[in-house]
């Protein structure tokens, strides 16, 4: 994790936030935490987690962004979840499933911290009211951050008005129909399926097909396939809860991605206008799909 930090301030509580990555923040659930208790926040944490629920949802978001998860660790924990014995900390759920998405800091801005979507979760659990105030003043700092991009921003969105025609049959020639073989294959992470579901590939062979190209295959992908991947992405997870054969995902994610691609292209108005949406309303208003 790196060095960069920033700092929510929500109902008088400062939440600590690291940036991993260009892209990923790990929000500290010790801050959110202490809106309920001052003196134990670790407590809360615990108490969170020992939660047969709350392990349901954490395995199912490694499932879905970690490739080196423990499986036997996870079924072993969901196995004694719900006993009166069974306590559950944030280093013994590290220790045991290998886990990515909650970590554990040393030092003086130390103590638990968990992916933003794991962070949302567990503020909910705090208090539903306090979560939502949490992600308005999250939305707020991700929108400063960026301010500077916003000029580029807007001149990006009069070239895509211009080259729109050019732009849509591109995107036509890239809905993908897998092949038996391709949906057959065993995936290393649950966003390589998504990738090849929508894209055709996966993130390592796009990457050696365009080793000149500035940042990853998601990062160069059109709006109408980021919208559709969106969408992706919580019907996979679904799947992952429901224990549908893996086979079976890539073939209805597959199924999905082609279905909503040919609605969008065919819904030029409402992709006109979430291209003029700012940058402030695009996360204060997630595409969605009719």
Request: charged letters at 20%; aromatic letters at 8%.
């Amino acid at each position: 994790m790196t060095n960069h930090r920033d700092t929510i301030h929500t109902y008088g509580i400062s939440v600590s936030v690291f940036q991993k990555d260009a892209q990923t923040d790990y929000i500290s659930l010790t801050d959110i935490a202490k809106y309920k208790n001052q003196t134990a926040p670790n407590e809360l944490i615990r108490n969170w987690m020992r939660s047969k629920n709350t392990i349901e949802y954490l395995g199912t978001w490694e499932e879905l962004h970690n490739s080196h998860l423990n499986t036997k660790g996870l079924t072993d924990l969901l196995t004694e979840a719900g006993s009166n014995a069974f306590i559950l900390s944030p280093t013994k759920w590290i220790k045991e499933t290998n886990a990515i998405g909650i970590l554990s800091r040393p030092g003086r801005y130390g103590g638990t911290y968990a992916h933003s979507d794991i962070a949302f979760d567990f503020a909910s659990w705090i208090s539903p009211q306090f979560r939502l105030y949490l992600i308005k003043d999250y939305q707020q700092l991700k929108q400063n951050s960026h301010s500077h991009l916003n000029t580029e921003w807007n001149l990006n969105r009069q070239l895509a008005k211009v080259n729109y025609r050019i732009h849509t049959d591109a995107v036509k020639d890239s809905i993908v129909v897998l092949s038996s073989q391709q949906t057959q294959y065993k995936y290393a992470t649950e966003a390589d399926r998504l990738n090849m579901a929508i894209f055709g590939e996966t993130a390592k062979q796009w990457k050696n097909e365009n080793p000149n190209a500035t940042g990853n295959i998601r990062d160069n992908a059109s709006l109408e396939q980021l919208t559709v991947l969106t969408n992706l992405e919580s019907f996979n997870a679904e799947l992952l809860i429901a224990k549908v054969p893996a086979e079976e995902r890539t073939k209805r994610l597959n199924k999905m991605a082609i279905r909503q691609l040919q609605t969008l292209l065919t819904n030029t108005d409402s992709m006109d206008k979430l291209r003029n949406l700012s940058p402030a309303e695009t996360s204060k208003n997630p595409p969605k799909l009719n």
